[in-house]
């Protein structure tokens, strides 16, 4: 987000009383990202993986910031197995009701911010925006800008531990996804270490 994008967005969040929410998706499959570990001088530990197959879990998540207020963490998962007829990742219809939740759980209006994939840009999602301009406002980052989305940071924390687990099927990757964002949900101390990480100041 420019600079001048970020003051009309803490200026509307302000006038408002809203909460700024940044959105972001990101996925894993079956293999393991890297990660860094202890190990033996001139040894690379090795990672073994003990499945085999096909398969993504989804994840959508938005980092969620208001001045007085605890940050918060809002996401939602989807599993894609491989099988016909399966949603590969996120529509627009979960990615509007992802909104509404966030709405609903922190009780007040939202200027939201994301990037401008192609599920954000759809007729359907644009006049869902446009008929809910009571309670919501969205700004778009510039392209290739993941460095100032906040919630690039918390992909960033899941992924860390998931570096060093051999899973042997997706519903293994699933759980471990959870638990961990579950985690950052109740340290809010890490989701606005993720905004400080951006550069971005969401005061004055």
């Known amino acids: ?44 530990p ?15 998540g938005m980092a969620c910031f208001k001045p007085g207020r605890r940050s918060r963490l809002i996401y939602a998962i989807r599993e894609y197995r491989g099988r016909k007829d399966e949603p590969k990742g996120f529509g627009w219809l979960d990615f509007r009701d992802l909104v509404v939740r966030a709405r ?15 599920l954000h840009l759809t007729a359907d999602m644009k006049e869902f925006i446009e008929a809910d301009a009571a309670w919501l406002t969205v700004f778009q980052l510039p392209a290739y800008t993941p460095d100032l989305n906040p ?11 998931l570096g060093n687990l051999a899973a042997a099927d997706l519903g293994e990757i699933t759980r471990a996804v959870k638990r961990r964002l579950k985690k950052i949900q109740y340290r809010p101390d890490l989701v606005d270490g993720c905004i400080a990480a951006t550069g971005l100041s969401l005061d004055g």
Do not use: H, Y
């Open 151 to 161: 919630t690039e940071g918390i992909w960033a924390l899941v992924k860390r531990d």
């Open 46 to 60: 090795v990672v073994r993986v003990r499945g085999r197959g096909s398969g993504r879990v989804s994840m959508a």
């Open 104 to 118: 609903i759980q922190l009780g007040g209006p939202i200027v939201l911010v994301c990037d401008n994939v192609r």
């Open 1 to 44: 987000m420019e600079e001048g994008d970020l003051a009309a967005g803490k200026r509307t969040a302000a006038e408002r009383g809203a909460w700024i929410v940044f959105e972001d998706e990101a996925g894993q499959s079956l293999t393991p990202p890297r990660a860094r570990t202890w190990g033996r001088i001139g040894q690379t």
